[in-house]
């Protein structure tokens, strides 16, 4: 839908509508990062095991998906579905996160 209502315009519309397109979940991926940091020192006490604990986890949670999305999705599904299922597994994963943190909270403000 953007390529059709930016075909043929100039190159400086096509950067703002890009740039507004990408502003926002940028900023919630750049957001993650200082907030699981602050969790798991909270937790561990220990600043440069938490933030290399969470790196592996991403490390190898992205290597992980690459090589099932080049050896299995691609070919199985296609790229749009691909993209789909990947946009599904990225809901699960804050769905995982996000369900024990509200109930947790929940949790802490019924006993307080």
């Known amino acids: 839908q953007v390529g059709l209502q930016t075909a043929g315009v100039s190159g400086i519309y096509v950067f703002l509508i890009t740039f507004c397109l990408v502003l926002f979940p940028t900023a919630l991926m750049g957001a993650t990062l200082p907030l699981l940091v602050a969790y798991t020192v909270g937790k561990t006490g220990n600043v440069g095991k938490s933030i290399s604990g969470l790196y592996y986890i991403n ?13 299995f999705i691609l070919g199985a599904f296609g790229q749009q579905n691909a993209v789909l299922i990947a946009a599904a597994a990225n809901v699960c994963v804050a769905l995982f996160i996000l369900i024990p943190w509200l109930s947790a909270r929940k949790n802490a403000e019924a006993s307080s």
């Open 59 to 71: 490390t190898l949670g992205s290597a992980l998906a690459s090589f099932l999305t080049a050896l």
